[in-house]
């Protein structure tokens, strides 16, 4: 158990709509990534929020946004779902501010089935 | 863009041979370089990492060496076990964001 937290484990909706995603990280953590893992394909950095603020950012799409909330959950959104946003959505944290600086806790993942 | 290439893309040992995975980067300023690995279905998860002012670590059977010349590091698994039958992240620092290879699929064969 990685200490992240991350709900729903599964969810199945329509082309069109919209989901949240939601991320509780380890305690003590300031820093909360979000990763898109499709399909036997490897990890999309989509982007990152340190103490409530927006660090960094990656090839997050226009109908994706995320948020970090004062107790430091995150929820990441999306809308106006297709086909090609099925895939694995992880939540990792960190206790320091960088990407670059030490070990990600990932949580087990969102997965994502758009019909 | 700064870009990481990991090869080969699938590796398939025989059960107590070695395994080696190997990744390029091309940010010359990248200095942590961790390496993770994702078992079917799994998150991912650390198994070792390397900063730039070290050349190899070691832990138990996996070995991580750093050539910041070539600007390539390597993960060196030994006594290979079906259990370390996963998918083999490695990532490098770039602009204080981690920038991941593609993956190695490593099966290990009985």
């Known amino acids: 158990d990685s200490g992240v937290t991350q709900t729903p484990k599964h969810l199945i909706t329509a082309t069109g709509q919209r989901v949240t995603l939601r991320c509780s990280p380890r305690?003590?953590?300031?820093?909360v990534y979000w990763y898109q893992q499709s399909l036997d394909q490897g990890l999309q950095f989509l982007i990152q929020?340190?103490?409530?603020?927006?660090?960094a950012k990656g090839n997050i799409l226009e109908r994706f946004s995320a948020q970090q909330f004062p107790d430091l959950h995150s929820e990441l959104n999306l809308s106006s779902l297709e086909l090609g946003d099925s895939a694995l959505y992880f939540c990792?944290?960190?206790?320091?501010?960088?990407?670059?600086?030490?070990?990600?806790?990932f949580g087990e993942g969102s997965r994502l089935t758009v019909l | 863009g700064e870009n990481v290439e990991q090869h080969p893309s699938t590796l398939s040992v025989q059960e107590g041979d070695s395994a080696v995975i190997k990744c390029t980067y091309s940010d010359s300023a990248s200095n942590y370089f961790p390496w993770y690995k994702q078992e079917l279905g799994k998150r991912p998860q650390l198994i070792i990492d390397?900063?730039?002012n070290v050349g190899e670590k070691k832990d138990q059977r996996i070995a991580v060496t750093l050539n910041k010349t070539a600007k390539h590091f390597s993960l060196h698994i030994t006594e290979t076990q079906p259990e370390d039958s996963a998918v083999y992240f490695c990532?490098?620092?770039?602009?204080?964001?981690?920038?991941w290879g593609a993956g190695t699929k490593l099966i290990i064969k009985p």
């Open positions: 305690s003590g953590d300031l820093s």
């Open positions: 390397i900063r730039s």
């Open positions: 990792a944290s960190s206790v320091l501010e960088g990407h670059n600086t030490g070990e990600l806790f």
């Open positions: 990532a490098a620092s770039s602009n204080y964001q981690l920038i």
């Open positions: 929020y340190y103490n409530g603020e927006e660090r």
